[in-house]
């Protein structure tokens, strides 16, 4: 049978989101976020099982703003890492905060169709993938 991002989006979640939540809901806590006070917490795993956490950093300028999912991203792939199995986000939203179009471009192109966990301090949660968060992307495939 063909795969369909659909199919795939059924296979069962990678174990072990609570643990990955529990270190963005962490990583949260050094969010620099004076301006919008809005904190976020990333933590992204490889699939040999490391960790690297990210927090959003705003600016002044506000356009300069680095949101926690692509500081975890940069941090990883400045450490040399490339193949990622999950990514979970935290924020304190009313519903499961979804990475913004940046990360989601960005996101696809670095990590892949991966699963993404977004997760509120209450304990909401959705778990989807890449795939379904940015359908028909571009990347190097389309130059
Ligand atoms: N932000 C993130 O860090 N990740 C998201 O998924 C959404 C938005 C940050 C950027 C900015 O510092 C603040 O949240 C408000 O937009």
């Not at 174990?15 to 301006?35: I, S």
């Not at 500081?71 to 519903?95: H, M």
């Amino acid at each position: 049978m063909k795969r369909t991002a659909r199919a795939r989006s059924r296979r069962a979640a990678p174990a072990g989101l609570r643990e990955l939540t529990e270190l963005a809901r962490v990583a949260r806590l050094q969010a620099f976020a004076p301006f919008s006070r809005f904190k976020v917490g990333a933590a992204l795993r490889t699939r040999a099982g490391e960790v690297v956490t990210g927090c959003n950093i705003e600016s002044a300028s506000y356009g300069l703003t680095m949101c926690a999912e692509r500081v975890a991203i940069f941090k990883a792939v400045s450490e040399g890492l490339r193949e990622f199995d999950a990514i979970a986000v935290v924020a304190d939203s009313p519903r499961p905060t979804a990475p913004c179009g940046a990360c989601r471009q960005v996101m696809w192109e670095l990590v892949g169709d991966v699963w993404v966990h977004i997760v509120n301090l209450h304990g909401r949660n959705r778990t989807l993938r890449m795939s379904e968060l940015l359908p028909l992307p571009f990347d190097a495939r389309n130059l």
